[in-house]
């Protein structure tokens, strides 16, 4: 028994809310049953029903943009299963461990380490110039990605099942991760200089000191990769900057006293 | 006041729960949090320089697995609606209460990873009830288990805009008459050094090869023509 466009959008939904009981011992294992449930609904009755949904309550994790992809395919194999005489149950839970992790590192990649960086410093580019619009730039570049992968590859993931890992394959998405990083990497360069070359001239100082920011800037990089904490980082950083405001203040009322 | 209050709460709530439990549209980003509760309060210009400001400090601190990153998203809700509120009640204005309203809100924003922890580790109980009511053969019931969760998670987001604001509230007007004219003579360099102190740490931590060399010379080319045009 096929399983209707009209459950798999209701799965698809449920997947928004993947994470609703996010915990520290079965991650999204609640939610990623909570999704696929109206479909096993339909494969299933009572007590069988009952059986397999116990086995989903277990622990699962995967990146959230990732999961309708692995929750098509498990459809796709739990619509098999329930249609032929046979036990496929071990292949559903080798595939779904299988892929859960690697998914997980693509996305953590390409979607937290290279596409958020790379929205924020262009929508940034607009916030720094007072647009108010530059909120709306960020969601709309950021989302346009994610939108397309919980989509496109939750159908994919129903369609193929198990050879859906093909088709991430074929995408070579660690690749994208990594140009996604350095597209950022480039967007974030531009934009500091953008920030600090609008304060010289603000402040009517010569342009050429911006260039000395590049100092500062790769020794804080250099900190924080041996783990320096961030906050740590800000604070010394306003410290010192108050204190050498405070330190220019007196100077510049001894000159002219 | 009360309402400006119960209105930030309610978008710390709503972006709260974007954070993790639900959608993941990041509404919850700073940089779009921040001028929203602002420009609800009325006043957009400042949510959107505090969202500068935020928006790239803990940008580098993924939420890999079980890892939980600092919870940027009340420190940009709380220190708009205490800069917003403050400035009419202190009747200041100019970027050095929003530094001051910011620079409080940072370390006390660190009170949300443990609420954002307790919340992951209250959802743990939450397994025990799915197990039982599969157990008792009702699916309805494990069901609304997993909807229970975003209480914990709407906790959590409320709990530390409180405890943000709260703290503001009582610390900031002490700060501000002792500190106003001090800041003032190194507001604007903080506010440009904030973003740039968030941008070094993701080029410490962004896991690309040549990442320095990328980034000095997109640096030193936006730099020279900007000069130069």
Redesign the interface.
Known sequence: MAISRRTRLHIWLRL??L?????????Q???F??SL?PGL?KLYKKEK??DV??KY?GYF?TH??LAPMVAGAVLKLEEEQAAVVGDQTLEIDNFKEMVAAPY?AIG??LF??GL??L??GV??FF??K?I?W??LI??LI??IV?TWFRTVFFVRGYRQGMQSVEFIQQHRLPDWA?HT??T??????????????S?LT??QLP??L??L??I??????????KGLS??L??LI??IS??F???F??DVVSLISF | MIVSLLLGALVSLVCGLDR????????S?P??AA??VA?ILGE??IG?QI??MV????????????AVP?DDTQVAIASSVLAIILGRTLNASGIELLLLCL?VA??LG?VGQYFDRYA?????R??KQ??LA?DR?S?LQ??L??????TS?SLAAIGTYAIVLVGGLLIIPFLWPLLQQ??S??S???Q?????????????????SR??T??????????LL??LV
């Not at chain 1, 994470?19 to 991650?27: H, I, K, T």
């Not at chain 1, 500062?216 to 990769?225: C, E």
Request: charged letters at 10%; a positive charge; one cysteine or more.
């Open positions: 928004l809310l994470q609703a009981s996010w915990n520290f011992e079965r991650l294992g609640i939610g049953f909570y449930l609904r029903l009952l949904s116990r309550v994790n959230v943009y997980a953590d990649a937290w380490g958020r960086p929205a924020a929508a940034l916030a720094v007072g108010l530059a909120p960020f969601i950021y989302n994610p990594i990083k350095e950022a990497v480039v967007i974030l360069g531009g934009l500091s200089a953008f920030m600090v070359f304060q603000q402040h342009s050429w911006g260039m920011t590049l500062p800037m790769v020794f804080l990089g250099l900190v924080a990769r961030t906050l980082l800000v950083t306003v900057i108050f050498i405001g405070l220019w203040a | 993790v439990a639900i959608l993941q549209i990041m509404i980003r940089i779009v001028p929203l420009l957009p210009q959107l969202g500068v928006e790239l400090l803990w940008l580098a601190r993924l939420p890999v697995g079980a600092p620079l940072i370390p660190k992951r580790q209250y959802n743990v939450l397994i799915v197990d599969l053969g699916l494990a069901e288990q997993h909807l229970r969760g975003l998670f001090p800041l003579y190194s604007a360099w903080v440009l050094a904030l973003p740039l102190v968030g941008i070094a740490v993701i080029l410490g931590t962004i896991n690309v990442a320095i990328l980034f000095c010379a997109s640096f030193c080319m936006s730099f900007m000069w």
